[in-house]
């Protein structure tokens, strides 16, 4: 039987590659992988020797600690075919372990192989390895002379070794002791090492200091234990090893190993000679190891916890053709719905598993894995026992497991619900892409693919159109077919922007898109206006020109287009007459806010040159009142106007008198009527009741704009007349209607239509002398409405004009309280004897108001910013002040500053003392900004003389 070139170079290289990863590369796991199960090993050592290929992958691995990585040279290797397919190898080399290595080794090696050839490859079936021993001369086979010679240096080494042991005795790392059997252990005799290592300098300091006996230096809580381990052991045999901790001299404790046998010495007494050594060091080591044990076994069982709960199937089986299951952990199991038992005995096989059609492709997945050579992966259908489908994924790699098997492992989740929602995401990606092909086709009817550099197109999607494109053609002729139904005026534009060529060069220039709108001749024989939209694309597969031409119907959009230009002309028009009204209203304003200016200033140079005569000054004094009051009434229409647009006037609800309001409203407007030489009549018609609950406030604007109305453009002679009347009743309110109707000039049927918006007013010539703001009726409907009630009016040019007001009310039972006392005069006054502080900026309102407080008996003290306020406060005692009256716009700081600051001041009475604002600052948003910075009261300029009084009484 001979062996070819090919397989001797096949031998030698597997014999080389072996030798190289072990010796080389300590690469212990790579030999074990070629054992064939019947290997028998032989090795240098004398019980080196193992059979079956578990014995000897243990003896190699136990050894794996004593490789040193080497360098190989001088290879040679014999070759010889045996017989059943056996080849026997054999092969010598020199070792040499690396320079950096700590230890030096240089030997040469000898190495026998058989190996027997499988289907799988070359099998390792013997190894016998060893050093050659250098003792045998080279005309022996047996080292019988150095035989010969190490029993002679034997011989005369035992005497030596006699005396070495003494000196070795007082140099061990510990010490000896012969003590007796007895309840101390008393000592006979102890070396001078233990009394050394017990901190002793003589057995005499030992003795005094122990008492002679090793209770004396054993730790107490260790004696006990000690002598029950040595009673054991005594009743087993004559020999004994303990472990225990001793003092020293100095207290400190150390461990140490009692090595001791009980004998009989050549006094005949029976004592224990003992061998005591230090193995602290040693102990500390075992503790340390121990307590690294029980870190690696949590870890372990971490790691084992870990293993069985991952969200995942984890499996590992044979790189064999058999695949046989070795692990699996419980997910792999669960994830199928099948218990351990069941799992094991169906997927002994894990291939069984996986459905026929997969099969084929996952068996060439696993079969094409390599050791180190990464993973696989994929996606698969699999079934579970309830015969339900799921959805896998799987990672699939071949490794080294923790038990040194070489397996493939498979890692698998369940990815059933992601599968269905990247289904239901496609599902709806096909929605989207069908409804946005719908959108395009509504939007676009006709869309078209060109390739300009070609001259042709293709039509995409051709939808209801004015006309209906071929399927395909040439641009050119296209273009030529549009151009001749183009409105001619629109014709050589279109051309310009559509022929091939005229496209071709605005692409190159950078125009991305080109787009008209014009007239074209339809199918149906009409014009209709339509767009065309070409937009470039970019050609990724190679230098065509290409377009994308979308055509749209515009004549619905251009039917809008003109309505919507309608409307903005029309709201230009709206917002031109009210931009006019608006300049009418300030033009009005300005003569009706200089009118009463003039009447004031006038009267006041005439008071001033007619000082002597008291009558005179008297009368231009009620001028000036009269005047004052009307501007106030203009501001507070405007102001009035201002907060009904911002939606920040409240309708407030309380009891009030009925007859009590009428009478009132009655003695406002007679004197008024009686100057304008005219009667004035408030009616009740049917039962009434005597109060009802509504906000009076404006109901009584309402009426005092309509009757002061009537009044101002009725001619003398004429007549103004209220009437109220219950106009119906339901379960919870009851309707009352006032009708104002006079006998005046009346309105025309244009301005009635726009009668109640703000600053109208039909004829400011004729109103001259009838001045207004032009607000007064807007305020009316905005209240009305507010209140939840309804106004009409009917007019007749030259005979007058009736407004009638529906307001909804809740009758009242109870009694309303009397209306608050006016101003006592002064001496009389409750405020008299009084103190307040006053801070105002303007020195003529200051005036003003410290005259008229001091006219009630009160005291002021002034300051002129909000500074100086703060600071008389808190200069002042406490209880000085009834209240502090606090203008907000001041210089330094204003009002709202100071009262801030008064708050926070650290007395008793910052807290509680009244703070009342006098401000022109009118608005809702300024009164609660008062509020919010500590403000009791809030008053608005020019201040209601009463109705500041009646605060400050308030707080007596």
Known sequence: MTVTDTERGEVVSFADKILRRYFCDCDVEFLISTFDPEIVWLGGGENQRAEGSEAVAKAFRDGRGDLAPCRMWGERYVVLPLDGNCILCEGESLLETLPELPVYMRARQRVTFIFRRTDAGLRTVHIHNSIPFGEIQPDELFPIHAAREACRSLESSLSRKDRE????????PGGMQICYYDAAFTTKWIS????????????DEYAADTGNCCRGFIQAEDYGPMCVQVDEAFRRGNAYTAEYRVRRRDGSVFWVQDLGRRVRDEDGEEVVYCFISDI??????????????REARRQAEFLSALYDTVPCGIIQFATDESHTLINANRMAWEIYGYTREEYFAIASDPFRLVKDQDETRIHRIADALRLGGGAASYTREGRRKDGSTLWINVIMERL????????IQAVFTDVSEIRRLQREREQVQIMENRSLRAAICTAYPVIMNVNLTRNTYETVIDGDFIMRPSPRGAVDDVVARSSARIDASQREQFESIFQRCAMLERFRRGENELYMEMRELGDDGACH??????????????????????LRLLDEQRSEKARQEQLLRDALAAAKSASSAKSDFLSRMSHDIRTPMNAIIGMTAVAHQTVEDPQRVRGCLEKIDASSRYLLSLLGDILDMAKIEQGKLNIVEAPFCLEEFLEALEAVHTPQALTRSMGLK??????????????ALRLNQILVNLLSNAIKF????????????????DRERTWLEFRVSDTGVGMSPEFMKRIFRPFEQESPDAARNNVGSGLGLAIVSSLTELMGGSVGVESTRGRGSAFTVLLPFLPAGEELSGAPSAAAPAGTSPLAGRRVLLAEDNALNLEIAVTLLELQGLTVDTAENGEQALRAFADSERGRYLAILMDIRMPVMDGLAATRAIRELPRPDARTVPIIAMTAN????????????GMNGYLTKPVDMQALLQELQRYL
Not at 165 to 172: A, D, K, N, P, V
Not at 192 to 203: F, I, N
Not at 280 to 293: A, H, M, P, Y
Not at 714 to 729: D, N, W
Request: hydrophobic share 40%; glycine share 10%.
């Open 165 to 172: 042991i003494e000196l070795m005795l007082s140099r061990l």
């Open 192 to 203: 001078d090492g233990l009394c050394r290592m017990l901190g002793y300098g003589c057995a």
């Open 280 to 293: 602290t060091q040693r102990k500390e080591q075992e503790l340390q190891v121990e307590k690294s044990n």
């Open 400 to 407: 080294i497991n923790a038990d040194g098997e070489e397996v």
């Open 529 to 550: 206006w339509i767009s065309a939209h070409a937009i470039h694309v970019d050609n990724p597969f190679g230098s065509d020109v290409l377009a994308v031409v979308l």
């Open 682 to 695: 408030i009616r009740r018609e049917g039962p009434l009741a005597a109060r009802y609950v509504g906000d």
């Open 714 to 729: 009725t001619p003398p002679g004429g007549k103004v007349e209220l009437t109220v009347r219950e106009a119906r009743r």
């Open 922 to 933: 009118a608005f809702e948003e300024d009164r609660r900004q008062a509020g919010e910075a």
